[in-house]
């Protein structure tokens, strides 16, 4: 069985900074990639950030220059360090972990944890 365990969410105000983590156990050796989607209410789910096992990084356009993915020295841990925050990045934030390199489809997922960014 695999858990993925997020932590770092809160309330800050824009322009403000977090630092989600997760942490991995069980059959990590499985996965080739890890990622955040985050999902706002009234709104679709969208991925965030992935990581792949190779280090290779992706983000979405709308935090490019904002957001950073990270990963520990073993494959269990990975970071999302956010800066520059806006009203606009206030969702559910979820750890998730994919088989395949593009995150589609993701096989596991962590509980969520809240973000909000006041004005």
């Known amino acids: 069985q695999v858990q993925l365990v997020e932590s770092g969410g809160g309330l800050v105000q824009a322009g403000g900074s977090l630092r989600l983590s997760c942490a991995a156990s069980?059959?990590?050796?499985?996965?080739?990639?890890m990622g955040w989607y985050r999902q706002a209410p009234g709104k679709q789910r969208e991925l965030v950030a992935a990581i792949t096992r190779g280090a290779s990084t992706s983000l979405l356009d709308s935090v490019k220059g904002r957001f950073t993915i990270s990963r520990g020295n073993a494959w269990n841990t990975v970071y999302l360090q956010m800066n520059s925050l806006k009203p606009e990045d206030t969702a559910v934030y979820y750890c998730t972990a994919s088989r395949t390199l593009s995150m589609v489809p993701v096989d596991y997922w962590g509980q969520g944890t809240q973000v909000t960014v006041s004005s």
């Open positions: 069980g059959s990590i050796f499985r996965f080739n990639a």
